[in-house]
């Protein structure tokens, strides 16, 4: 959690952590004994690309450093040969860089294609390095953009969006990552992986659905944590609390913020049967912030008094965007997660007076996509303008990057397989979102039973933003994801460690969607035989 918060602290956004992938255990036709001759690779340029250049360069392994904001580290690596292949689209003037790493002995027979985070469309070198560590031939691709927080390549030297490199970033070259790293596989072992797998939180979690959107028969498995789907969306969505700070001229501080959530919580805490620090579904809990107008609050040496203009506030934050005429748009920061994620604020000048920190990503979406003045000052946005927003980035970006297409008969049809987890207290995208999502699918594909023979998603009570990656809880997705590909052990929950409240461990079988957790009645309420998964009332 230090990390995630330090990084956050610096400004990155969404994915603010590497998915590092756990998973280790070899299928049956492991080729544990062969070794990659690094000297030389042939690549086959995928349709509509040239290849520009073709290195491959044996590494020793032992400890690698994740590079960019984002960084990290994983000790411990073998060695591996590390391919990179330099694509361009002609016409297109970009140069997208594809990077494979391949285990010189030891290699489980898998392949493992690493999605990004924010604005970065690819790994950093962590989740590369944890891959190979665990026996996989891994790869990702930068889709010819930046880091997470760059968004330089957004526009072209007429101040109009470069259609080119958000396809690659869109769709692209994740598609591209697949082919070169399966040729990569097939030409080091010579055959082709027994089971290949996407990997991916945040942006990488809508990559991964992207895959089984348009590109269904390119992975057997597909494991998509907290996943930004409904990008065009989401995007404008999460700039909502921003809009309603500056609009209602009322700036809560962290600490007020910190106490509604903390109310709520606790009003809420019990309807799974215990009060144990975590909320089981956030959309059902019905705390009114008015019951704490004239409420004291400790906030750095000062006491403040809540007021009902910080309770109008929050509730407004709580219910999500509308237009002016009161329809709903999209879900709202769910409760218990923390507000000052999209609500921040900046210190007290010398007057006392304080303004709204926007949160980078759906700020730079908003000013550079939609506006298309990356110096855009976004407090300017009026409810109105606001809705205009929403409608105009809907118009002009779902069909390239909403990655939201219900009908994923094509990768059923492969005998795909597609798992989810979403924290209940994501702070950057709420998982309402991929709820409606999973329910769009249900509606377009014959029902829950049907959709869950290959795409199964999992709520976590209390997790933030990727959380579950290991910097507020934890979880084995991936192994859970190749026991059911490899051996059709659909997993009915998926075990998890979660931190509540208090920051105390609690082992809980997450339940698959629509079901929820609910307490037996006695146990203890840190340990996963004590609840059971049932349907909420008014399934």
């Known amino acids: ?44 340029a995928p349709a509509g690309t040239e290849v520009e250049s073709v290195t491959a360069v044996r590494q020793a392994g032992g400890t690698v450093h994740g590079t960019g904001i984002l960084g990290g580290t994983v000790t411990g690596v073998p060695a591996y040969c ?48 944890t891959a190979v560590k665990n026996g996989y031939a891994a790869a990702t691709t930068d ?13 072209n030297g007429k101040g109009q969006v470069n259609t080119a490199l958000l396809k690659n970033f869109a769709d692209r070259s994740q598609h591209e990552l697949a082919l070169i790293g399966k040729q990569a596989v097939d030409e080091a072992y010579g055959k082709a992986a027994s089971y290949s797998y996407w990997n991916g939180c945040s942006t990488g979690g809508r990559q991964g659905y992207m895959e089984a959107q348009r590109h269904p028969a390119d992975f057997d498995g597909i494991l998509a944590g907290a996943p ?12 909502w609390p921003q809009v309603v700070m500056n609009n209602e001229k009322t700036y809560p501080s962290p600490c007020e913020f910190k106490a509604f959530t903390d109310a709520a919580v606790k009003a809420c805490d019990s309807h799974d049967g215990v009060a144990d620090g975590l909320v089981e579904d956030p959309a059902r809990c019905d705390f009114d912030p008015r019951r704490l107008i004239g409420t004291k609050v400790v906030c750095d040496g000062r006491e403040l008094t809540v007021t009902a203009a910080d309770a109008a506030v929050v509730r407004k934050i709580w219910d999500g965007p509308r237009t002016t ?27 006392g007076n304080v303004k709204g920190a926007p ?14 003045r990356p110096d855009f000052d976004v407090s300017t946005i009026t409810y109105r303008r606001f809705t205009q927003l929403f409608k105009q980035s809907e118009a002009e970006y779902d069909k390239v990057i909403g990655t939201d297409a219900p ?10 397989k597609l798992l989810t987890w979403h924290g209940q207290a994501d702070q950057y ?69 979660l931190v509540n409240a208090s920051g105390q461990n609690a082992a809980r079988g997450l339940c698959r969607y629509p079901q929820v957790s609910r307490y037996k009645g006695h146990g203890d309420p840190a340990a996963a035989s004590s609840f059971r998964c049932v349907f909420p009332p008014r399934h």
């Open 325 to 351: 005429s009161g329809k709903k748009l999209w879900p709202g920061v769910p409760v218990g997660a923390d507000l000052s994620g999209l609500a921040g604020t900046t210190p007290p000048d010398v007057n």
């Open 143 to 155: 889709a010819g953009v930046g880091d997470v927080l760059d968004t330089g390549w957004a526009l």
């Open 429 to 497: 995208i709420p998982a309402q979102g991929t709820v409606e999502y999973r329910r769009q699918v249900e509606r377009e594909m014959g029902g829950s039973k049907r959709v869950d023979d290959f795409y199964r998603l999992f709520l976590a009570p209390g997790t933030a933003h990727c959380g579950l990656n290991g910097t507020d809880g934890s979880t084995d997705g991936l192994a859970a994801l190749t026991a059911w590909v490899e051996h059709g052990k659909a997993p009915r929950t998926l075990s998890a460690t």
């Open 359 to 372: 949160f980078g990503v759906p700020a730079t979406w908003v000013a550079t996509w939609l506006e298309k």
């Open 82 to 129: 590390e391919l990179t292949v330099t694509l361009t689209h002609p016409g297109d003037g970009d140069h997208a860089k594809v990077r494979t790493w391949l285990p010189v002995n030891g290699w489980n027979g898998r392949f493992e294609a690493l999605g990004g985070a924010a604005y970065a469309a690819g790994d950093n070198g962590v989740g590369l390095a």
């Open 228 to 239: 930004a789907i409904n990008w065009d969306e989401f995007e404008v969505a999460t700039l």
């Open 1 to 44: 959690m230090k990390r995630l918060l330090t990084a956050l602290a610096a400004g990155v956004p969404l994915a603010a952590v590497v998915y590092l992938p756990t998973a280790s255990a070899a299928p049956g036709n492991s080729s544990a004994s062969a070794s990659v001759d690094c000297s030389a690779f042939s690549v086959k």
């Open 407 to 416: 009908d994923l008969s094509a990768f059923r049809k492969t005998g795909g």
